[in-house]
Every structure is written in structure tokens, then in C-alpha cells.
């Protein structure tokens, strides 16, 4: 089993569409949690950082259930901009090194 | 500022061959990291310097792949008698340090060998 897995995707969403992503860990010792965006034969950005209580950034939320060691970003009004591939990313504190999901490609389509 | 920056950005080689990558990370950050991506795959770690701390080598293929840091700043990964297999993105990151904080991404080192 993947440490970090994610939805296979491919999604494609017209514009304006809401699109949620899920991502699940294996590793309970877990303790930062992150969801990174990859353009095309680009290097990995931070979108955001995730958090036990939940957070929003503009249109994008996301959760975090480490109970069901859980992540999910939600991105609403999503525009063609939005078009990449989304990367759920884990870190065991001790351990530092970040832990990649394989990632989730969406496009928005026009 | 500036952030982390990779050299070189493309490297063709052949089967066999020596090859050497540099990073040099955001001034100031004391963590770095290397990753490689393959083809359609996610990224994969490799090795973590942490100031003076002795590196976290954990995550190297083999023992073709070294990586050091001089000065506590830029960081050379080379990997020996290069293999089909070894062809990749191989992309770099650093931090402020001490886990959990953001890393960032230089723009990576695509390897090809032939």
C-alpha cells in the first residue's frame, strides 16, 4: 500500500464547477499535512498547508479527519487557470523528508 | 528574493557516465532536500541535509547516488555509471529547517540517459 494515496483522476470540469479531491495517509505518526500543485514540466508550488480545524484560502478548502487519516481540497468556481496537477503531501515530523501522492490531474475545461 | 536554483536545467548523457547536479537553496534556509520524478510518477525522496546534522541518505536508490553539502549551502547530487533507469526529473528543495515548514522547489534538473 502507497503511504500517501489519491484519487487517479483525470478530472475534467467545465468552468465554474466545484471539484473535490480526496487523499488518504497510512503513517498515524503523520504530523503536517499539505496540498502542492504541479504545472505541466513544472517544479512542485504550495497551494496550502493543511490544518486539524480546516482552512480556506479563497476558493479552496481543506480538511484534514486524522481520525480517518483523511485530506481533502475542495475548489470551487474552479477557472481554467486552475488546470494542473494537484499533490496531497504528508510529513512525519521527525523524519522531515515530505511524502508525495502521485497526484490528481485536473483540467477546466472552457 | 531569489529561490532555489538548479544546474544544470537539461543533461543528456550517456549509459555509464558520471553525472553531477547543483542546487543552491534560498539563502538562509538551513534544510535541503533532493527528489527525483519519474515519467508519470510522483515524486520520490532521496536525501535531507539539515544544517550540520549528519544527512538522512534514507531514501537513495543505490549506492551509484551521493549528494553533499559544502558550507552548509549548495548541494551537488551526483550519481556514478549512469543507468537508463536514472533518467528523471530530479528537483531540489529547501526550507527554513527543523520539519513541517514549507519547502520550496527549484525548478528541477531533467537527466536523459541515452
Known amino acids: 500500500r502507497k503511504e500517501v494515496e489519491q484519487d487517479p483522476g483525470p478530472f475534467n470540469v467545465p468552468e465554474g464547477a466545484t471539484v473535490a479531491f480526496n487523499c488518504t495517509y497510512s503513517?498515524?505518526?503523520?504530523?503536517?499535512f499539505f496540498w502542492y500543485r504541479q504545472d505541466c514540466r513544472k517544479e512542485p508550488k504550495l497551494l496550502m498547508s493543511v490544518y486539524s480545524s480546516g482552512n480556506e484560502d479563497g476558493r479552496f478548502t481543506a480538511q484534514l479527519n486524522r481520525a480517518s487519516q483523511y485530506i481533502s481540497l475542495l475548489i470551487r468556481d474552479s477557472k481554467l487557470s486552475d488546470s494542473a496537477t494537484y499533490l496531497c503531501?504528508?510529513?512525519?515530523?521527525?523524519?522531515?523528508?515530505?511524502?508525495f501522492g502521485s497526484g490528481t490531474q485536473l483540467t477546466v475545461l472552457p | 528574493g531569489a529561490g532555489v536554483s538548479q544546474s544544470p536545467s537539461n543533461k543528456v548523457t550517456e549509459k555509464g557516465k558520471d553525472v553531477e547536479l547543483r542546487c543552491d537553496p534560498i539563502?538562509?534556509?538551513?534544510?535541503l532536500y533532493w527528489y527525483r520524478q519519474s515519467l508519470g510518477q510522483g515524486l520520490e525522496f532521496l536525501i535531507y541535509?539539515?544544517?550540520?546534522?549528519?544527512?538522512?541518505k534514507s531514501g537513495l536508490p543505490s549506492d551509484r547516488f551521493s549528494a553533499e553539502r559544502t558550507g552548509g549551502s549548495v548541494s551537488t547530487l551526483t550519481i556514478q555509471r549512469t543507468q537508463q533507469e536514472d533518467s528523471a526529473v530530479y528537483l531540489c528543495?529547501?526550507?527554513?529547517?527543523?520539519?513541517?515548514?514549507?519547502?520550496?522547489f527549484g525548478p528541477g534538473t531533467r537527466l536523459l540517459v541515452l
Open positions: 541535509f539539515q544544517g550540520n546534522s549528519a544527512p538522512d
Open positions: 503513517n498515524s505518526a503523520s504530523q503536517s
Open positions: 539563502s538562509g534556509h538551513t534544510a
Open positions: 503531501v504528508v510529513s512525519q515530523g521527525s523524519a522531515r523528508q515530505l511524502t
Open positions: 528543495a529547501s526550507s527554513l529547517g527543523y520539519g513541517g515548514e514549507t519547502q520550496y
